[in-house]
């Protein structure tokens, strides 16, 4: 009986810890990542399984003085259902409710926190036409509030929980579900720098330091162009556009807050010139998309644009991406990521772009941010266009980063600085 009731009082002061941490998370993403301020507007998208987590931060974010919090709650078991079973004929089609919602948020400025908890494999075995066609419905309906959130009109965070499926995917030999789960809140916690003796908001201070200063040199060299190679084959050079800007966390929204756009984030990134994408690449992760994975893939490019790909698994969902639309086959991003990022060193693969982008280097297919081009948020798409910005409804991350990669940039006068050596910074 003794040692039971010693068992129970572990078992109790272990979910003490770990609820003081999940707060601290939760007020970290929240007072942080899209730093709420008095009077502003706030909508949380979460998943249901994960309702304790949605409610801990609609407290946090009144507490702070939000005038108002909305709640959008997402659900995998739904979609899955969705996409098997309803008829043909409702793919593409947007509600007129659901598009007066995100008109509201958009007048009405609601900052965005996004709480993700996604089975990787969620849509696993749906025909991708019926996904695609929504995605692509969706992302036209919703442009808007997606140029808002892009060109930093308004403060963003996405963040992530754990969801049984997604343990398991991460975890395959844990016990049981909950040791799964309870695996995962630990590597959340140690990724997004949640220690129970510190303050995350000193953590985080420290590390948006770091980070902007990387980007602060970056903007002094004012490279034309950076080339990537390492064993795995990639050779790739990426020319960058005139008056390019590397941004880090803790860039400013039109509202003069700053904000924390990914919790974690090892990143530092810009926009590369549309048309000046040259060479192969490989991917050193996997690349979760449309419910599913795609792996061991390539991407070769001439004068921008992909000409040329393979993958050993769903090869057919990459061509769905790179033909999403016409500017799904260019790049959008590049971002910068040590190899020895806490979230690489840690081994885990994540199956989970927010976390697997921030321990590699990586690029994105699709949309850029017009913020990484000096004067080009406020200007109209063909403008931005002119000025060498990528525009797509899709923006999908992939992995390229390894602890052999090289970067090496051009200056404007010509000379070659090593940017990455091994995989690691080279200043």
Same mark, same amino acid.
Request: glycine residues 6%; contains cysteine.
């Given at each position: 009986?003794?040692?039971?009731?010693?068992?129970?009082?572990?078992?109790?002061?272990?979910?003490?810890?770990?609820?003081?941490?999940?707060?601290?998370?939760?007020?970290?993403?929240?007072?942080?990542?899209?730093?709420?301020?008095?009077?502003?507007?706030?909508?949380?998208?979460?998943?249901?399984?994960?309702?304790?987590?949605?409610?801990?931060?609609?407290?946090?974010?009144?507490?702070?003085?939000?005038?108002?919090?909305?709640?959008?709650?997402?659900?995998?078991?739904?979609?899955?259902?969705?996409?098997?079973?309803?008829?043909?004929?409702?793919?593409?089609?947007?509600?007129?409710?659901?598009? $007066?919602?995100?008109?509201?948020?958009?007048?009405?400025?609601?900052?965005?926190?996004?709480?993700? $908890?996604?089975?990787?494999?969620?849509?696993?075995?749906?025909?991708?036409?019926?996904?695609?066609?929504?995605?692509? $419905?969706?992302?036209?309906?919703?442009?808007?509030?997606?140029?808002?959130?892009?060109?930093?009109?308004?403060?963003?965070?996405?963040?992530?929980?754990?969801?049984?499926?997604?343990?398991?995917?991460?975890?395959?030999?844990?016990?049981?579900?909950?040791?799964?789960?309870?695996?995962?809140?630990?590597?959340?916690?140690?990724?997004?720098?949640?220690?129970?003796?510190?303050?995350?908001?000193?953590?985080?201070?420290?590390?948006?330091?770091?980070?902007?200063?990387?980007?602060?040199?970056?903007?002094?060299?004012?490279?034309?162009?950076?080339?990537?190679?390492?064993?795995?084959?990639?050779?790739?050079?990426? $020319?960058?556009?005139?008056?390019?800007?590397?941004?880090?966390?803790?860039?400013?929204?039109?509202?003069?807050?700053?904000?924390?756009?990914?919790?974690?984030?090892e990143e530092v990134f810009t926009a590369p010139q549309k048309d000046g994408v040259d060479?192969?690449?490989?991917?050193?992760?996997?690349?979760?998309?449309?419910?599913?994975?795609?792996?061991?893939?390539?991407?070769?490019?001439?004068?921008?644009?992909?000409?040329?790909?393979?993958?050993?698994?769903?090869?057919?969902?990459?061509?769905?991406?790179?033909?999403?639309?016409?500017?799904?086959?260019?790049?959008?991003?590049?971002?910068?990521?040590?190899?020895?990022?806490?979230?690489?060193?840690?081994?885990?693969?994540?199956?989970?772009?927010?976390?697997?982008?921030?321990?590699?280097?990586?690029?994105?297919?699709?949309?850029?941010?017009?913020?990484?081009?000096?004067?080009?948020?406020?200007?109209?798409?063909?403008?931005?266009?002119?000025?060498?910005?990528?525009?797509?409804?899709?923006?999908?991350?992939?992995?390229?980063?390894?602890?052999?990669?090289?970067?090496?940039?051009?200056?404007?006068?010509?000379?070659?600085?090593?940017?990455?050596?091994?995989?690691?910074?080279?200043?």
């Amino acid at each position: 009986m003794k040692n039971e009731i010693n068992n129970k009082m572990t078992e109790c002061k272990e979910s003490i810890i770990v609820d003081n941490r999940l707060k601290k998370y939760v007020e970290a993403v929240v007072g942080i990542g899209v730093n709420i301020q008095p009077g502003q507007n706030l909508v949380i998208t979460c998943d249901v399984d994960n309702a304790n987590v949605a409610r801990l931060a609609m407290e946090a974010a009144y507490r702070r003085g939000a005038a108002d919090v909305m709640i959008r709650w997402t659900d995998d078991a739904i979609n899955r259902i969705y996409y098997l079973m309803a008829p043909d004929e409702r793919f593409g089609k947007v509600a007129e409710w659901e598009c $007066a919602r995100m008109q509201y948020m958009v007048d009405n400025e609601y900052h965005t926190l996004s709480i993700t $908890a996604d089975d990787p494999e969620s849509l696993k075995g749906i025909d991708p036409e019926r996904i695609e066609k929504d995605d692509k $419905a969706y992302g036209l309906a919703f442009k808007p509030r997606s140029n808002q959130m892009m060109a930093s009109e308004i403060q963003w965070v996405v963040a992530s929980v754990p969801s049984v499926a997604w343990a398991k995917k991460v975890f395959p030999n844990a016990e049981s579900d909950e040791i799964a789960v309870d695996l995962m809140w630990e590597a959340i916690f140690t990724a997004c720098r949640i220690d129970e003796g510190s303050d995350p908001v000193a953590n985080w201070e420290q590390h948006v330091k770091y980070l902007q200063a990387k980007a602060k040199l970056l903007n002094e060299y004012n490279f034309t162009k950076l080339h990537f190679a390492n064993d795995a084959g990639t050779d790739l050079t990426v $020319a960058l556009p005139k008056n390019h800007i590397w941004l880090a966390c803790g860039e400013k929204a039109k509202t003069g807050i700053s904000f924390v756009a990914n919790m974690p984030t090892e990143e530092v990134f810009t926009a590369p010139q549309k048309d000046g994408v040259d060479g192969i690449v490989y991917a050193t992760k996997p690349l979760s998309y449309m419910g599913d994975v795609i792996d061991d893939f390539w991407l070769r490019f001439k004068d921008g644009k992909v000409i040329e790909y393979a993958a050993g698994k769903n090869e057919n969902l990459l061509k769905q991406l790179v033909e999403f639309d016409e500017g799904a086959s260019f790049l959008g991003e590049v971002a910068l990521v040590p190899h020895s990022s806490p979230i690489s060193q840690s081994g885990i693969l994540w199956f989970n772009t927010l976390y697997d982008e921030n321990a590699s280097c990586h690029f994105a297919l699709g949309e850029a941010y017009p913020t990484c081009v000096k004067g080009a948020a406020d200007k109209a798409e063909a403008e931005q266009a002119a000025m060498g910005i990528n525009h797509s409804l899709e923006h999908a991350d992939f992995m390229i980063g390894s602890d052999d990669l090289d970067i090496i940039g051009t200056t404007q006068d010509g000379q070659a600085v090593q940017v990455f050596k091994q995989g690691e910074w080279a200043f």
